[in-house]
């Protein structure tokens, strides 16, 4: 495991681990399911989840590989 996964990985834990969830932290949690994604080679196979990150973190889309069926 790469260094940047496992870093996304604890702050997506620790995210988690809080009752009281802000709109920051999800956006800030969606930018790290994206790291994760990106670190994994997995995008293909979560389109919708990294189409999602990707809004989320007001990123430009990549129409060809976000055709979501």
């Known amino acids: 495991m790469s260094n940047e996964r496992n870093y996304s990985l604890s702050k997506i834990k620790e995210i988690m681990a809080n009752s009281d969830i802000s709109e920051n932290d999800v956006s800030r949690m969606m930018t790290e399911m994206r790291n ?7 995008r293909d196979n979560y389109r919708m989840l990294y189409f999602y990150c990707n809004w989320a973190c007001k990123l430009p889309r990549k129409t060809d590989s976000l ?3």
Request: with cysteine; aromatic share 0%.
């Open 67 to 69: 055709k979501i069926e």
């Open 36 to 42: 994760v994604l990106e670190c994994d080679n997995e």
